[in-house]
Every structure is written in C-alpha cells, then in structure tokens.
C-alpha cells in the first residue's frame, strides 16, 4: 500500500480533529505536527504518535520525507506566509479558509501552486455534508428542473463568534457565511455571481470588535439565480460550538428542504440542561466513527495526495468564494449593490477595508 508522510501545522480544534484523523489512517506513514502551544503540541502528539513535534513550521517544512501538509493555523493573516512557504518547499497544501485577506495573495498562491504542479484545496469541509451532497446530486440530475432561488440560514453560538472575531476584523460573511457561499456556488456552476448586495446588523457585537452580529448576502448569478445566504454568531450558549443551518431550494419543477439545524440528537441531563450533540459544523469523533464533514474531507485530500487525484475544491473556486463575500462586506460598508468582477475602484476600496 502506498504510504506518505503528512504535516499538519496548528492543531487547535480543526488541526485536532485533522490530527486525529491522519494518524489512523494507513495512509499516513508518519504524522509530523507543528504547534507553538507547548502544552497542547504535548497533548496532540502523545494522542497521535505523531513522529516529530515542533514549535516551528519552518522545520516542518524543511523534512524532505513530508509530501503534504495541512495548514489549521490561526489568525487568519498566517494562512498566506505559510501556504506560500509550504508551497515552495513543494508540499501539497489543504488550508483551512479563509484561502488568504487579500485577492492578490490568493492569486499568487493559485499562481505558485499550478507553476510547481502541487495540488493546492482549501478546508471547505460543508461539500462533504451528505445532505449537502444530495442537494447537487438533485439540481445535476434535473429532479428540481431549472434552479430559481436559494437560501442558507446559518447561526453559530456567541462563544465561537467572540472566539473568531477576536483573532481580527472578520466578518460573518468570510467566516462564517462563506461555507454556504462555496456551497451553493458549487452545486450551481457552472453558473457565476454577477452582483452582491449585503446588511448587517450592529446590535451586540459591533460596539466591542466592530462584527456584524449578522450578515444577509444576497448574490445574483448570470443564470439569473438569485441566492441569498445569511450567517449570524450570537446564539445563547449551548452545545460547544453548536451550528444551526436551514436551506431551501426552489426550481421551475420542484423545490428541496433541508433541516441541517441538529436538533435530532437531544441531550438533557440535570447537570448540563438540554444540549444537541453532534452539531458542530466540522463534526467530532464518536467512538470509532467520525460524525461530521472534517473526517472525510481530511481523508479526500490525502488520497488525492496518494492517488494523484483532483481535489474536489479547486483553489480557483475558494478564490470566487473569496471575492463574493469581500463583495459583501463593501456592499455592507457603502449601502449599495457590488458588481462582480471587482473593478479597480471597488478592489481598491477592498483592500483598504481589509487593511484597517
């Protein structure tokens, strides 16, 4: 069986759960990690065996042996020295959205990856939702007839929102909202967004970190689609990191309901109250079974890795993704529709925003 060896740089929650994952599967010959936490580089690496533990990336990348790496790490403004590093080093990457803060980086990292034939995807782990699957599965094989409209409601709990707006100015839209956008970009292509028009609302958070509390997108396509995609994070607490996700989808011949909102589970204890297991939006291990869309997702990359498979989310697309929701935070800051592409005043005033 053909084996390699594997990296993954940052092991919070999702470079955990990638971890774990990698050290079980066959594939994987040896799990090196990077982690500068030095009580939970400890932690990971005595629970995955891992053969090397580092608190530099640099040295990771540095091990010849290392085909492919996984890149967890956070803040966000990381995502691009490290992939571009990786990259250079020759490892095939998967990184962890968002692809990077600004179009030009994202576009010399796509650049680089394709000049050095490295398969480069980006953690959009939401298409390894089966529900998510069979929603594609329904619009490609006409069930549904032509697409007409969509909608994506998404909300998350407080805890993980001040969590994620803490590292940084980010909001719902390229957190959070930006999992539905590739989702639903993914089962209409080939169709492509033309025009973003976006609210958010300033209630709670905005007056500490200046977030959205919640963010309304809505995207027409040049198929004349039109989708809209809200995300908020300020739910009550609940379960750890609990999402909740309504989707609809309506065609000239049918329409497709899906109930993502993890309230089949239900948990009620008297010490810990009522709780929905099982609802977070990467998923968590059960047992010998992984419940959620990071598992397999993790898996997919190191078989296309082994294999010489193509990545089912291409750099490119995450790129699209990335422009759609820069498009609507301007739209969100000047109160007025955004055309795509960008135009240089627009990508001007973009870089200005995510700069501040």
Same mark, same amino acid.
């Given at each position: 069986?053909?084996?390699?060896?594997?990296?993954?740089?940052?092991?919070?929650?999702?470079?955990?759960?990638?971890?774990?994952?990698?050290?079980?599967?066959?594939?994987?010959?040896?799990?090196?990690?990077?982690?500068?936490?030095?009580?939970?580089?400890?932690?990971?690496?005595?629970?995955?065996?891992?053969?090397?533990?580092?608190? !530099?990336?640099?040295?990771?990348?540095?091990?010849?042996?290392?085909?492919?790496?996984?890149?967890?790490? +956070?803040?966000?403004? +990381? *995502?691009?020295?490290?992939?571009?590093? =990786?990259?250079?080093?020759?490892? *095939?990457?998967?990184?962890?959205?968002?692809?990077?803060?600004?179009?030009?980086?994202?576009?010399?990292?796509?650049?680089?990856?394709?000049? &050095?034939?490295? &398969?480069?995807?980006?953690?959009?782990?939401?298409?390894?939702?089966? &529900?998510?699957?069979?929603?594609?599965?329904?619009?490609?094989?006409?069930?549904?007839?032509?697409?007409?409209?969509? %909608?994506?409601?998404? *909300?998350?709990?407080?805890?993980?929102?001040?969590?994620?707006?803490?590292?940084?100015? %980010?909001?719902?839209?390229?957190?959070?909202?930006?999992?539905?956008?590739?989702? %639903?970009?993914?089962?209409?292509?080939?169709?492509?967004?033309?025009?973003?028009?976006?609210?958010?609302?300033?209630?709670?958070?905005?007056?500490?970190?200046? =977030?959205? !509390?919640?963010?309304?997108?809505?995207?027409?396509?040049?198929?004349?689609?039109?989708?809209?995609?809200?995300?908020?994070?300020? %739910?009550?607490?609940?379960?750890?990191?609990?999402?909740? +996700?309504?989707?609809?989808?309506?065609?000239?011949?049918? =329409?497709?309901?899906?109930?993502?909102?993890?309230?089949?589970?239900?948990?009620?204890?008297?010490?810990?109250?009522?709780?929905?297991?099982?609802?977070?939006?990467?998923?968590?291990?059960?047992?010998?079974?992984?419940?959620?869309?990071?598992?397999?997702?993790?898996?997919?990359?190191?078989?296309?890795?082994?294999?010489?498979?193509?990545?089912?989310?291409?750099?490119?697309?995450?790129?699209?993704?990335?422009?759609?929701?820069?498009?609507?935070?301007?739209?969100?800051?000047?109160?007025?529709?955004?055309?795509?592409?960008?135009?240089?005043?627009?990508?001007?005033?973009?870089?200005?925003?995510? &700069?501040?």
């Amino acid at each position: 069986m053909a084996q390699v060896e594997v990296g993954v740089i940052g092991t919070g929650w999702c470079g955990g759960i990638r971890a774990d994952v990698l050290a079980s599967s066959p594939l994987v010959a040896k799990l090196h990690i990077a982690e500068i936490d030095a009580g939970r580089r400890e932690q990971v690496a005595r629970a995955t065996k891992a053969a090397t533990a580092t608190a !530099d990336y640099r040295e990771l990348l540095a091990n010849p042996a290392i085909a492919a790496v996984y890149i967890c790490a +956070t803040p966000e403004t +990381t *995502h691009f020295p490290m992939t571009k590093a =990786a990259l250079e080093a020759g490892k *095939h990457v998967l990184l962890e959205k968002p692809i990077a803060i600004e179009l030009a980086e994202a576009d010399e990292l796509i650049a680089l990856a394709r000049r &050095k034939c490295l &398969k480069f995807t980006i953690g959009y782990s939401q298409r390894f939702n089966p &529900k998510y699957a069979y929603v594609r599965k329904k619009i490609a094989d006409g069930t549904l007839g032509e697409p007409v409209s969509c %909608l994506v409601s998404r *909300h998350i709990t407080r805890g993980l929102g001040d969590k994620i707006t803490g590292r940084g100015k %980010l909001s719902p839209a390229a957190m959070e909202s930006t999992h539905d956008l590739d989702f %639903l970009l993914w089962v209409l292509a080939p169709a492509r967004p033309v025009r973003v028009y976006s609210q958010g609302v300033k209630r709670v958070m905005y007056p500490r970190n200046g =977030a959205f !509390d919640q963010q309304w997108i809505t995207v027409t396509l040049d198929s004349g689609v039109v989708i809209v995609v809200g995300g908020g994070w300020i %739910l009550p607490k609940g379960y750890p990191n609990f999402s909740s +996700t309504w989707i609809e989808i309506v065609g000239s011949e049918g =329409a497709l309901i899906v109930d993502d909102t993890h309230r089949d589970v239900w948990l009620n204890t008297m010490s810990g109250g009522s709780v929905f297991p099982l609802s977070t939006m990467p998923g968590e291990q059960v047992g010998e079974v992984y419940a959620g869309a990071m598992g397999p997702e993790t898996l997919h990359f190191l078989e296309c890795v082994v294999y010489d498979r193509q990545p089912l989310v291409t750099p490119e697309s995450a790129r699209q993704v990335m422009e759609t929701y820069l498009a609507a935070d301007l739209s969100a800051e000047i109160d007025a529709p955004v055309p795509l592409p960008l135009s240089n005043e627009h990508a001007a005033r973009v870089a200005e925003m995510v &700069k501040q």
